[in-house]
């Protein structure tokens, strides 16, 4: 027998409005995004901290001007850099000697799906401890959270 449970609210991606027709339909039927067919997905999930608890936020957007803003701020995000949750020094890493892992600290795992038709999927993902969650991480970690609350 298969679970009916409903998932967690804050578990449910946030969707972007989608815009009014010249006749007052919201969208009959299912058209083609006007991102060319590319969909784009954000979940920002939060491990860590003294109550164990992981909260996650997640985003869709699929219109072209949602796809292309969220893409510009993804993009500013430096996935090569090596993971600064595995003690390698990452960038933005302040050298203090801290280390990325430490009694009750939050790490954020960060993925990001971009499907687009006659394209191959992209991905990319990172895992940024909260004491080098800054810059852009810290900017897309931020609209991530702010937009799945609307």
Aim: glycine share 12%; hydrophobic share 30%.
């Amino acid at each position: 027998m298969t679970d009916q449970t409903p998932p967690e609210p804050d578990t449910e991606p946030a969707r972007a409005p989608q815009p009014v027709g010249d006749d007052g339909d919201a969208g009959a039927g299912a058209p083609e995004s006007a991102a060319g067919g590319r969909e784009l997905r954000i979940t920002v999930a939060r491990s860590g901290g003294v109550a164990g608890m992981s909260p996650k936020w997640s985003i869709e957007a699929s219109e072209e001007n949602d796809v292309d803003s969220w893409l510009s701020l993804v993009e500013s995000c430096p996935w090569d850099a090596p993971d600064p949750a595995d003690g390698s020094g990452a960038s933005g890493a302040d050298g203090d000697g801290d280390g990325a892992s430490g009694a009750d600290r939050f790490v954020y795992t960060i993925r990001v799906l971009v499907d687009a038709p006659d394209e191959p999927e992209v991905e990319h993902g990172a895992r940024v401890p909260e004491q080098h969650l800054d810059g852009p991480w810290r900017d897309l970690v931020d609209r991530v959270k702010d937009a799945s609350r609307r």
